[in-house]
């Protein structure tokens, strides 16, 4: 049998505050922001998934707290100029020079994700430090989630360190620093971006200054490439862990869109009517034929639907869609 999960029911403000007129008004008084609730996984939601005793053991809460100082932390980040891609080996000379230029007794730290053959990892690689950190993650993770846990685990190895009073985070995931940059009240925020911001938050009561450098994948900087590659060791030799914490419920969105899509396939091959059309047009696509001539009317497409399924094969048919002049049949 499938295993249960647990919900939170669902009571009226009336009722709430009839059973239990403390907790009701501990609760209306709280911050809206403090009380961030997460999707509560249901079996219509997990029944798809075949690491189902995987999610359950995860302590990611159905709520959770955030320090409301935490999202007005400024995520300061900065980029190359354009001129830094001119050439292969520019990139990399061109890092250097602003990092030595800007932050000489900075601590530099790589970050990146990646998801190979189905597998996803994360790695950190802080040379001034010596280390070099991989870690496996769930499968189902998308690589959003790969590259900010990677950022997370990088801010975690500074707060262990405390080398530096300065720490440069170099990252090729525009996405995630784009989502911690406008962080602020008034947005959405999961598990993993607030951690990230909590712990920027710690770093700063410690005295730590932390900054953000985003550049461009594979343009020959060395401590990206080499934590681009460890990462890849990551997800395809470290071993699976028991539950990575604070993996969104939203990345089970791909794995279930790949098995309707599976499900769907096959239904379509096994439908009883339109044997016709699939024998001679098989297997289905994800993507209409008609979607690379969108300037084509409407009509164009109802004709040529119309003669590839055989829907045109009377002179009566072909009469009524003014493509014979008479619905006659031909004599010879």
Known sequence: MEPKVSRIPIQSQSEYLRNDPQAYHRRTHLRILEKKVEPILCN???????????????????????????????????????????????????????????????????????VIHGNVGCAVYAPSLNETLQRRIWDHATIYTAEAFAIYESLQLVARTRTSDSTIIVTDCQSVLTKLWSANPGKKMGKLETEIKQKLLQLQYDGINTRFIWVRSHQGIVGNDIADRNAKIAAMNVALPAATPWVPPTDLKKMIAAEITKKWKIQHENYHAGQRYIRIFPPPRLHAWFDDMPLRSKMFFKTLSRLRTGHSCTKKYLFKIRRSTSELCDLY
Request: neutral net charge; hydrophobic residues 35%; glycine residues 2%.
């Open 44 to 114: 219509s939601f997990t029944s798809l998934s075949q690491s189902l005793p995987w999610i359950q053991q995860s302590h990611v809460p159905f709520q959770y707290l955030s320090d409301y100082k935490a999202l007005w932390v400024r995520s300061i980040i900065t980029k190359l100029p354009e001129i830094a891609y001119s050439t292969p080996s520019s990139a990399e000379s061109h890092l250097r020079e602003h990092l030595a230029l800007r932050y000489p007794n900075a601590t530099y730290i790589f970050t990146d994700g990646s």
